[in-house]
């Protein structure tokens, strides 16, 4: 079994910042790519960003040049440092990641967190 657990969600003001963190933990040979997708009230859930294994990086249009998403191999974690936060960016941050496990690491397996909110208001 692998779990996802994402923190660092939080009330902010327009144009301020927050940094999520997401922490795989489990039985986990390897993680293939990992991302941030977002649900806000009412809208389907909505890529954010993506990172290879190999650190190559894909963001949406609206966070390009806001957003900045990385990844700790060593740790199992996921980032994304957000800032110049509008409003539209407050939804439910998902943290994805596509994980081989010790029993069967021939197949990857997708994996979503539970989520954390994100309040972008003054």
């Known amino acids: 079994q692998v779990q996802l657990v994402e923190s660092g969600g939080g009330l902010v003001q327009p144009g301020g910042s927050l940094r999520l963190s997401c922490a795989a933990s489990g039985m986990i040979f390897r993680i293939d790519a990992m991302g941030w997708y977002r649900q806000a009230p009412g809208n389907q859930r909505e890529l954010v960003a993506t990172v290879s294994s190999g650190g190559t990086t894909n963001y949406a249009g609206s966070v390009e040049g806001r957003f900045t998403i990385s990844r700790d191999n060593a740790k199992n974690t996921l980032y994304l440092q957000m800032n110049s936060l509008k409003p539209e960016d407050t939804a439910i941050y998902y943290c994805?990641?596509?994980?081989?496990?010790?029993?069967?690491?021939?197949?990857?397996?997708?994996?979503w967190g539970q989520g954390t909110q994100v309040t972008v208001s003054s």
């Open positions: 994805k990641a596509d994980v081989r496990s010790r029993l069967i690491p021939s197949i990857p397996i997708t994996n």
